[in-house]
């Protein structure tokens, strides 16, 4: 059973930065798409950023390209998710998720859908707010 545990949120004004970690236990994460989602009240969970972790392709979704980063410390068997220029719509509860893969996938589909993902972390709340 994969485990998966967010950190790194909080409270930053509009334009900073925040590095949010999610560490995966239990398993190693080869052959897994990790993705972090994010989620409002009121609203369904949304699709961020993807990084298949072999080939490490990268997806984003359009309101965050340029501004978040996914990265794999494969040392530390975590994900991160450095963002800047943070907006106030970007404040939601960010959530690390997980599916495992036996080819390269449609890394877009998978994770446009969070009902394709597997494990899921408790979230983390980011605040963007002056």
């Known amino acids: 059973q994969l485990q998966l545990v967010e950190s790194g949120g909080g409270l930053v004004q509009p334009g900073g930065s925040l590095k949010l970690s999610c560490v995966a236990s239990?398993?190693?994460?080869?052959?897994?798409?990790l993705g972090w989602f994010r989620q409002v009240p009121g609203k369904e969970r949304e699709g961020v950023s993807c990084?298949?972790?072999?080939?490490?392709?990268?997806y984003y979704e359009d309101s965050v390209k340029g501004r978040f980063t996914i990265s794999r410390d494969i040392s530390e068997n975590t994900v991160h998710l450095q963002m800047s220029s943070l907006k106030p719509e970007d404040s939601a509860v960010y959530y690390c998720?997980?599916?495992?893969?036996?080819?390269?996938?449609?890394?877009?589909?998978?994770?446009?859908?969070?009902?394709?993902?597997?494990?899921w972390g408790k979230g983390t709340l980011v605040t963007v707010s002056s």
């Open positions: 998720a997980a599916v495992r893969v036996v080819a390269v996938s449609d890394l877009k589909r998978m994770c446009s859908k969070p009902g394709n993902m597997v494990y």
């Open positions: 239990g398993r190693d994460v080869d052959y897994y798409i």
């Open positions: 990084i298949e972790t072999i080939t490490r392709t990268t």
